[in-house]
Nanobody
Framework: QVQLVESGGGLVQAGGSLRLSCAAS????????MGWFRQAPGKEREFVAG????????YYADSVKGRFSISYDNAKNTVHLQMNSLKPEDTAVYYC?????????????????WGQGATVTVSS
């Protein structure tokens, strides 16, 4: 069973950048399709980005397209979420998730393993 641990969250001003990392133990991340989700206070969890394990194809929510980038770092058994041009509305707890299935899904229930979350706060 794979365990996931996020890191890299913090406080940043609007327009700034952060890189979140999701490190795995107990499994090789490149064998899983990965997703990042976020949950803002008082809101439901939402899909942010995903990467397909077979071909590395990436998918993004419209709200982050062009600003966020998801990637595998196979040497470190880690998945990154590079976040640029951050906005106050990006403030949330960010979770990485792994699924055994092939396709990227935008529904959290389709993922098998989850990290504990990393808090991102963007000030205006």
């Amino acid at each position: 069973q794979v365990q996931l641990v996020e890191s890299g969250g913090g406080l940043v001003q609007a327009g700034g950048s952060l890189r979140l990392s999701c490190a795995a133990s107990g499994g090789t991340l490149s064998r899983y399709t990965m997703g990042w989700f976020r949950q803002a206070p008082g809101k439901e969890r939402e899909f942010v980005a995903g990467i397909k394990r077979s071909d590395g194809r990436t998918y993004y929510a419209d709200s982050v397209k062009g600003r966020f980038s998801i990637s595998y770092d196979n040497a470190k058994n880690t998945v990154h979420l590079q976040m640029n041009s951050l906005k106050p509305e990006d403030t949330a707890v960010y979770y990485c998730a792994a699924r055994i299935g092939l396709e990227v899904r935008d529904t959290g229930g389709r993922y098998d393993y989850w990290g504990q979350g990393a808090t991102v706060t963007v000030s205006s």
